[in-house]
């Protein structure tokens, strides 16, 4: 919780002023009271009071003032909220290698589950796209809010030779830059852009991956990257077994330098949260909510209780 306007918070130096006088009050009530020699005799003259009761009505009316200050601070808490706008792009690595089945069924099969439930959980708002890349990088979908016309391209997805992660990160970017030359002819602004790229290996063909971190920072789209698989994967190519394992630093080394994050699965089920994180993470953002109403509800609530209980046990208002 937050304050936007701390400085009435020195209002509660004036309740708790209140409350030191009231038990000031209350010693000299009972130092008065303790005058008389006969004590049976005070309490046949004097009418039982409510003793704690008193007090607790008070206390509640005291509180009632501390929340009614409080929401004059214009208090305020974070908030999830969906994005209004946003372009992503999403690149999925087509190479053989994913056909290893360190991960089951296999990665491929693994990476096409996890991508559609990441597509059915973003916003409907957020523009969406798909980008597949094996020797060469295609775009399947550009930025759209049709989640089935994503979903349809993941199924049809296509395993091929060779990886151009560079390719896959500058395709991407030429097709944010399109959406967004389209908005801006129709006059809108651009919303922000993302790029969320897994792959299972390293680049073999196309452009140099530090050419494409340049350009994603040049026109300032992050990258994400989540590297997918084990260390321990294996493909059969001309029959023989050739192990495929995740270049984890190229991976990390692209979001870290263009300013995403980077995640690394090695099962299904750890792709599927590392999308869900990431659906989080762009889909939503935090803003401040203005809680003040509760405070002076609670301020009410506590005031109003503390004056009909004094009512009700000493027939006064406090």
């Given at each position: 919780?937050?304050?936007?306007?701390p400085w009435w918070l020195?209002?509660?130096?004036?309740?708790?002023?209140?409350?030191?006088?009231?038990?000031?009050?209350?010693?000299?009530?009972?130092?008065?009271?303790?005058?008389?020699?006969?004590?049976?005799?005070?309490?046949?003259?004097?009418?039982?009071?409510?003793?704690?009761?008193?007090?607790?009505?008070?206390?509640?009316?005291?509180?009632?003032?501390?929340?009614?200050?409080?929401?004059?601070?214009?208090?305020?808490?974070?908030?999830?909220?969906?994005?209004?706008?946003?372009?992503?792009?999403?690149?999925?690595?087509?190479?053989?290698?994913?056909?290893?089945?360190?991960?089951?069924?296999?990665?491929?099969?693994?990476?096409?589950?996890?991508?559609?439930?990441?597509?059915?959980?973003?916003?409907?708002?957020?523009?969406?796209?798909?980008?597949?890349?094996?020797?060469?990088?295609?775009?399947?979908?550009?930025?759209?809010?049709?989640?089935?016309?994503?979903?349809?391209?993941?199924?049809?997805?296509?395993?091929?030779?060779?990886?151009?992660?560079?390719?896959?990160?500058?395709?991407?970017?030429?097709?944010?830059?399109?959406?967004?030359?389209?908005?801006?002819?129709?006059?809108?602004?651009?919303?922000?852009?993302?790029?969320?790229?897994?792959?299972?290996?390293?680049?073999?063909?196309?452009?140099?991956?530090?050419?494409?971190?340049?350009?994603?920072?040049?026109?300032?789209?992050?990258?994400?990257?989540?590297?997918?698989?084990?260390?321990?994967?294996?493909?059969?190519?001309?029959?023989?077994?050739?192990?495929?394992?995740?270049?984890?630093?190229?991976?990390?080394?692209?979001?870290?330098?263009?300013?995403?994050?980077?995640?690394?699965?090695?099962?299904?089920?750890?792709?599927?949260?590392?999308?869900?994180?990431?659906?989080?993470?762009?889909?939503?953002?935090?803003?401040?909510?203005?809680?003040?109403?509760?405070?002076?509800?609670?301020?009410i609530l506590?005031?109003?209780?503390?004056?009909?209980?004094?009512?009700?046990?000493?027939?006064?208002?406090?």
């Amino acid at each position: 919780m937050s304050l936007q306007a701390p400085w009435w918070l020195l209002g509660l130096l004036a309740v708790v002023a209140l409350a030191g006088l009231y038990v000031v009050l209350q010693r000299r009530r009972a130092k008065y009271a303790a005058r008389f020699t006969n004590v049976a005799m005070l309490g046949g003259l004097v009418p039982k009071r409510p003793g704690w009761r008193r007090h607790l009505a008070f206390g509640l009316v005291v509180l009632g003032l501390g929340a009614f200050i409080l929401s004059l601070a214009q208090p305020s808490t974070e908030v999830r909220v969906p994005r209004e706008r946003a372009t992503l792009m999403l690149a999925l690595d087509v190479s053989l290698s994913m056909q290893a089945t360190d991960v089951e069924p296999s990665r491929f099969e693994a990476m096409k589950t996890a991508a559609k439930e990441f597509v059915q959980i973003l916003p409907a708002r957020i523009n969406l796209g798909l980008v597949s890349f094996s020797g060469t990088a295609t775009t399947l979908v550009p930025p759209t809010t049709d989640r089935e016309q994503v979903s349809v391209a993941i199924d049809n997805l296509q395993l091929s030779e060779a990886t151009a992660i560079g390719d896959a990160i500058f395709t991407s970017l030429t097709a944010i830059q399109n959406f967004t030359a389209t908005l801006q002819d129709a006059g809108e602004a651009a919303p922000p852009a993302r790029v969320v790229l897994l792959s299972d290996g390293f680049s073999t063909v196309g452009k140099d991956p530090e050419d494409a971190i340049a350009a994603a920072n040049g026109v300032e789209v992050p990258v994400s990257t989540i590297a997918f698989g084990t260390d321990f994967g294996t493909v059969e190519i001309e029959g023989a077994e050739q192990p495929v394992p995740v270049d984890r630093a190229t991976l990390e080394q692209i979001a870290d330098e263009t300013g995403g994050s980077y995640s690394e699965a090695a099962s299904a089920s750890e792709l599927e949260q590392v999308y869900a994180d990431l659906g989080s993470q762009i889909g939503y953002t935090t803003e401040p909510q203005d809680i003040s109403p509760w405070f002076v509800r609670g301020g009410i609530l506590f005031a109003f209780l503390g004056v009909v209980l004094s009512l009700l046990w000493t027939n006064r208002l406090l």
